[in-house]
């Protein structure tokens, strides 16, 4: 039996309906993959001497400030981002506004590493242990004479790491001193 030509044609129009249902249109675009930030340091190992590093530099640019009474901003921006950024600035502009300086170094030891983020972001993807000692530094007021009698020791620290895309580097955005002895 033939089908009428209307039947046939209502017949194809609906399997092509139906097909084109089921078939990938070029009409529709796939969104642009967009750029995920891959963690810098093949192994835990590598993370850690880059925090340690990168601690180095902030340690020898708080050095520098306190020695001389100075608030770089832009030169503490290289070592530093965020809440600890705005707390660096804060504080070396109270001490420098009050004639006072630091005498002596800040160092650091027996860095551990807590964590290394590998997820993709770029805020908190260092934290590490840090004995710093502060037995050589004391501060001194205008006129050279010491401010207190108090003697610094070592202390414990916690202190996290955001990466820069744009220094291509790690800078402290969190210390936070423990109090503890090391």
């Known amino acids: 039996m033939r089908l009428p030509n209307l039947v046939r044609a209502s017949v194809g129009v609906l399997l092509l309906a139906v097909l084109s249902g089921c078939t990938p249109s070029d009409a529709i675009t796939s969104p ?6 891959v963690a810098p340091y093949a192994t835990d190992e ?6 340690e590093a990168a ?3 902030y340690v020898s640019v708080i050095n520098t400030h306190l020695n001389d009474s100075i608030v770089d901003e832009d030169l503490l921006a290289t070592v530093a981002t965020g809440a600890e950024l705005a707390s660096l600035i804060e504080s070396h502009t109270r001490l420098a506004d009050a004639g ?3 005498v002596g170094e800040v160092t650091f030891d027996q ?3 807590q964590r290394y983020s590998t997820d993709g972001s ?4 260092l934290v590490v242990y840090v004995c710093e000692d502060l ?5 001194v007021n205008e006129d050279g004479s010491r401010v ?5 020791s070592t202390e414990l620290a916690q202190v996290t790491f955001d990466y820069s895309v744009a220094l291509g580097a790690l800078l402290v955005s969190d210390r936070d001193p423990w109090g503890d002895s090391c």
């Open 122 to 125: 770029l805020r908190e993807i």
């Open 32 to 37: 642009e993959p967009t750029a995920t930030f």
């Open 55 to 57: 601690y180095a530099d």
């Open 46 to 51: 590598e993370a850690l001497a880059a925090a």
């Open 135 to 139: 037995s050589d530094v004391y501060l």
């Open 111 to 113: 860095t551990k590493l």
């Open 148 to 152: 207190t009698d108090e003697a610094f």
């Open 100 to 102: 006072t300086r630091s």
